[in-house]
């Protein structure tokens, strides 16, 4: 659906204790299918999710395992992130429940690090769909075995809708598995649309500070803006680096 060889690449990454790489950048459809085959027979190893250390390895990249079709002797590689690639258009897809029970880092740090990317999120959120089936049988809150309760599916929920606002992306709940297929189309229309905008202040902006930005259309040129009939999708603000240390 998302690949159009030969200027489209994809990389899949799947997480359960640790990201784990299924195959690097690819435009091969064989490939992909290899990939989208071994985790549909395949169920994770672990219980335990690290979605958000998961997120920052996608952007930032870092150490992990080995690319898993690739079959190398290597047990770990160094990738990099989304940050690092050079392409006109950039986006993550993000299937998942939203629950984290497992990452090194925190709620804050890793929404941090997705606001400070510039690589918008597209979200296909899983938890309403696992609460259609399971929610007669699921207690408010956490059992005593770590298992979570419906206010952790609701949080889980929240997170993922201010993953995607805050990354420029969009979020999309699916509450039936029929939902799936619009789903994808709306998302690969949305990178399909997808601009790059870049400006240079003139003004010199204080290190470390949050700067809202607000996007505007102007279709005909006449200097007013299209208020109406055109929803923007755009990171809302951006956080100025801030100076090295000993600089």
Do not use: C, W
């Amino acid at each position: 659906k998302f690949i159009n060889p030969p200027n489209d690449y994809a990389s899949v990454i799947a997480f359960d204790i640790r990201p784990t790489p299924i195959t690097d950048f690819t435009n091969d459809p064989a490939r992909l299918r290899q990939t989208i085959d071994l985790l549909l027979r395949n169920n994770p190893a672990f219980r335990e999710s690290n979605l958000f250390d998961a997120l920052k390895f996608s952007l930032v990249g870092g150490k992990g395992d080995s690319v898993v079709l690739d079959k190398s002797k290597e047990r770990t590689a160094e990738y990099g992130g989304m940050i690092d690639v050079k392409a006109p258009r950039r986006a993550i897809i993000l299937v998942a429940s939203g629950i984290d029970t497992f990452s090194k880092i925190n709620y804050g740090e890793v929404r941090k690090v997705i606001q400070n990317s510039g690589v918008p999120i597209y979200i296909i959120s899983t938890g309403k769909l696992f609460l259609k089936m399971y929610d007669h049988q699921l207690p408010a809150t956490d059992g005593i075995d770590g298992s979570p309760g419906r206010m952790t599916f609701l949080q889980a929920d929240n997170a993922m809708k201010t993953f995607a606002k805050e990354s420029g992306g969009a979020h999309f709940p699916v509450t039936f598995p029929g939902e799936v297929p619009t789903v994808i189309q709306s998302i690969n229309n949305l990178m399909r649309s997808q601009y790059s905008i870049a400006y240079d202040a003139n003004e010199k902006r204080e290190a470390g500070k949050k700067y809202i930005l607000d996007v505007k259309v102007d279709i005909d040129g006449d200097g007013v803006y299209e208020e109406k009939g055109y929803v923007i999708q755009h990171r809302p603000f951006y956080t100025t680096p801030k100076a090295e240390k000993g600089s």
